[in-house]
């Protein structure tokens, strides 16, 4: 059964910082998505990596994976208050077709 | 398109009913999911579907029963509700084109008194 822990589970930085949150999992997964949540919203998708060594950035944020280490980064880059939300982490074990399992999401707070 | 859609989204039930949560999604996507999501502990499979006709338990599948009778609606079913089930339920839908990426619903807020 793969576990799924994320760290830190709560942030709180100031606007104009940046920082990394990480994505360790523990068994065996080709891929690996990256979701936000809004408080009181659903979640909104923002990254696929599909392979090793995958890096994908958006705006302010950009994912990277690296499989063997079953380690995947969310940095944030010069942080904006609008990027305060839950974002959480969902490798998908091999062998579990099209299932994720999703870590416990690190909460996000950017202060102005 | 509207994506997924979930009804109702929010319900108030007493200990002992029951009730039926339903999902539709108009992408044609083959796999469908109900989620439920607690304080603390992330998102939590309860059952999904790789297709019409089919489901499968997931993490957390006691208490709750589903059906998948067309493509586009996926329906999470409870019993007799308990104070346990008060949670956010999420449902999500998926196919191969997407690389699997889960696209998803509102949400459905139950509370069982």
């Known amino acids: 059964e793969l576990k799924v822990e994320q760290n830190p589970l709560f942030l709180s930085m100031q606007e104009g910082k940046n920082y990394t949150i990480y994505c360790n999992y523990s068994t065996t997964s080709d891929r690996l998505y990256w979701y936000r949540q809004d408080p009181g919203k659903s979640l909104e998708s923002l990254f696929v990596?599909?392979?090793?060594?995958a890096v994908k950035q958006e705006g302010r944020l950009m994912a990277s994976l690296d499989t063997k280490a079953r380690l995947s980064t969310l940095h944030i880059t010069a942080a904006v208050h609008d990027l305060s939300a839950t974002y959480f982490c969902?490798?998908?074990?091999?062998?579990?077709?099209?299932?994720?399992?999703f870590g416990e999401g690190t909460q996000l707070t950017v202060n102005p | 398109n509207a994506g997924v859609t979930q009804t109702p989204k929010f319900r108030v039930l007493k200990t002992g009913q029951s009730m039926t949560l339903l999902c539709a999604q108009d992408?044609?996507?083959?796999?469908m999911y109900w989620y439920r999501q607690d304080p603390g502990m992330g998102l939590r499979l309860i059952h999904y579907s790789v297709g019409e006709g089919t489901t499968a338990k997931g993490e957390v599948p006691d208490g709750y029963n589903v059906s998948r009778l067309k493509k586009q609606n996926f329906l999470l079913g409870l019993e007799s509700a308990a104070p346990s089930q008060t949670s956010v339920y999420f449902c999500a839908s998926s196919f191969f084109g997407t690389f699997y990426e889960q696209y998803f619903g509102p949400g459905t807020r139950l509370t069982v008194t």
């Open positions: 990596l599909l392979s090793n060594g």
């Open positions: 969902a490798p998908r074990p091999e062998t579990s077709g099209s299932r994720l399992t």
């Open positions: 992408m044609n996507h083959e796999y």
